[in-house]
């Protein structure tokens, strides 16, 4: 299959998004100029390509209201002119505040009443909003799954060869659709590529929250994906144990899995309105790393 075949859907986190327009046409911006920056001639060949980058906008339907993205234009300006991570990028990525805020994340996911006692308001509000999900108030889980399935079986009808990009929280929801197609919707397509970008996948009380979670065997996991590449940030809090060994390993060994790297560790250079922000969606998609592996999935 050519280039021209392929398409890129992208599953966004959690936390209202700017309208899909404007989240798409940044984030096709962020990759493109990343893929630039190490194969320019792949890079024109994604922009010419029609309809190769698909946001799936979740999070108006969700929350029902945008995100704003005018504070972080020009921080984005800022990310396309600069050509990679500097060494204070990556000794604040590691500073000791970030390392004590990792192991605060990972005590609470330990010691569940730990957050709702002594958690900062942000983190509370996360975890609502993911208790909302897992628990389908309102169908809410569905409609937002549906979305996702909607934009694979488009891009499958069209004959596209696919690759999946999750982000935060995005990362599960597009797991637990990809679960839902091969085992409750009986869709026999399969998935080329599955990127996640700094995934909760590996937190406790995400695992049991997610499709399979209580199932034994084959249904333990999707069995539609051939390729599953992780990417987690240096200094990432949400993506506690980023490599995902349980479910890459076991997918892999039962043979459901062709190809995967359970991790890829990158330096997220994105500077926001608050300062370093390694978990941002913009920097993830700018990255050297991920442009190389999309670049590489691009020209095979």
């Known amino acids: ?28 911006r ?18 010419s390509a029609v309809g190769a980058f698909r946001i799936v906008p979740w999070s108006f339907e969700y929350y029902g209201v945008h995100g704003d993205i005018k504070p972080d234009l ?53 975890v609502s909003e993911m208790s909302r999900y897992f628990d389908n108030s309102d169908h809410a889980a569905d409609q937002v799954r549906l979305m996702v399935k909607e934009a694979l079986l488009k891009a499958w009808q ?41 995934s909760p996948m590996g937190l406790r009380y995400i695992r049991h929250g997610m499709k399979g979670g209580h199932e034994k065997g084959a249904r333990q996991f999707p069995v539609n994906i051939r390729c599953w590449r992780n ?13 995902l060994p349980e ?17 890829s560790e990158v330096v997220n250079f994105f500077r926001g309105p608050a300062g370093l922000n390694v978990h941002k969606c913009y920097g993830y998609f700018y990255n050297p790393d991920t442009a190389r592996i999309i670049a590489d999935w691009w020209d095979s």
């Open 231 to 243: 990417l987690a940030a240096v200094g990432e809090v949400t993506a506690q144990h980023p490599a």
């Open 30 to 47: 962020c990759l493109l100029e990343g893929v630039r920056q190490i194969r320019p001639e792949t890079a024109a060949a994604m922009q």
């Open 247 to 263: 479910f890459q390993n076991a997918m892999a060994a039962a043979g459901w899995l062709e190809e995967h790297s359970q991790h």
């Open 1 to 28: 299959m050519t280039s021209a075949g392929k398409v890129i859907i992208f599953v966004p986190g959690i936390r209202p998004k700017p309208p899909a327009k404007d989240h798409q046409d940044a984030l096709w």
């Open 74 to 126: 020009p921080a984005i300006e800022v990310l396309l002119k600069k050509p990679a991570a500097t060494a204070a990028d990556l000794a604040e990525a590691t500073s000791f505040w970030r390392r004590t805020q990792r192991q605060l994340y990972s005590l609470a996911d330990s010691v569940p009443f730990i957050t709702r006692f002594f958690a900062p308001e942000s983190l509370r509000i996360r």
């Open 158 to 198: 069209e004959n596209r060869k696919v690759m999946l990009i999750g982000h935060s929280f995005g990362s599960v929801i597009a797991y637990d659709t990809l679960w839902e197609l091969g085992h409750s919707d009986g869709v026999e397509n399969r998935l080329d590529t599955f990127i996640t970008m700094g």
